[in-house]
């Protein structure tokens, strides 16, 4: 079945910096990328999402991106706010009806 | 997206007892999936509740422990059985059937078993 990996586990940076959160998958039939944001004590909240026929989206200051050949994709969050600290969660599925596959998890940090 | 309610929010429970959460939606949906979280780890996947029929288990899921039940496209319950204290987790309820793949999730029931 469908692994998802997450790296890193931990991540912290200055306010007003990038981070960046990546992930690899190993069903190459996978093809819905979501990511979310938990942050402590409440529910996972879906912040952005890819599908396969798209290599690149943006959302104000959050990004998704996917290499379907190598099979990761990757969140990009810019000028970091402390509001953006909480666990990050990416998943992969096949399409609709199908069950989301999550990774570890990414702690970020965002210190002002 | 829907609003989804599911209680109760917190328990606290007697190893070898069980207890039975629910999850309300305000909109009919195709899919609806149960999570647990523990402490600190991620989100795996329980089973996804089928409306009319078995629940579908993954992989270490058993119907005798967590029995589940969807009598309809805005309701469905799990339950988890005979407690023990590795039991204590965070369940969400998932759904979604939208025009796209996405899920959204319940506000969770965070199950202490002592």
């Known amino acids: 079945g469908e692994n998802v990996e997450q790296h890193p586990s931990t991540l912290s940076v200055q306010e007003g910096d990038s981070a960046v959160i990546k992930c690899t998958y190993s069903?190459?039939?996978?093809?819905?990328f979501p990511w979310y944001k938990q942050e402590l004590g409440k529910r996972p909240q879906l912040i952005i999402d890819i599908r396969s026929n798209v290599g690149e989206k943006k959302d104000q200051r959050i990004a998704v991106t996917l290499n379907k050949t190598a099979k990761h994709f990757s969140l990009h969050i810019t000028e970091t706010q402390p509001e953006d600290s909480a666990v990050y969660f990416c998943?992969?599925?096949?399409?609709?009806?199908?069950?989301?596959?999550f990774g570890a998890g990414t702690i970020l940090r965002v210190k002002s | 997206s829907a609003v989804i309610s599911q209680k109760p929010s917190r328990d606290i429970c007697q190893r070898g007892t069980s207890l039975t959460i629910q999850c309300q939606v305000d909109?009919?949906?195709?899919?609806m999936f149960w999570y647990r979280q523990q402490p600190g780890q991620s989100l795996t996947l329980i089973a996804t509740?089928?409306?009319?029929?078995?629940?579908?288990?993954e992989s270490g899921f058993v119907i005798d422990k967590f029995p589940i039940s969807r009598p309809n496209l805005t309701f469905s319950t799990l339950t988890v059985s005979n407690m023990s204290p590795e039991d204590s987790s965070i369940y969400l309820c998932s759904v979604g059937g939208g025009r796209d793949e996405k899920l959204f999730f319940g506000s969770g029931t965070q199950l202490s078993v002592l």
């Open positions: 998943a992969a599925s096949k399409g609709y009806g199908n069950k989301l596959v």
């Open positions: 509740a089928n409306q009319g029929s078995e629940a579908t288990y």
């Open positions: 069903d190459s039939a996978s093809n819905y």
């Open positions: 909109s009919q949906v195709t899919m």
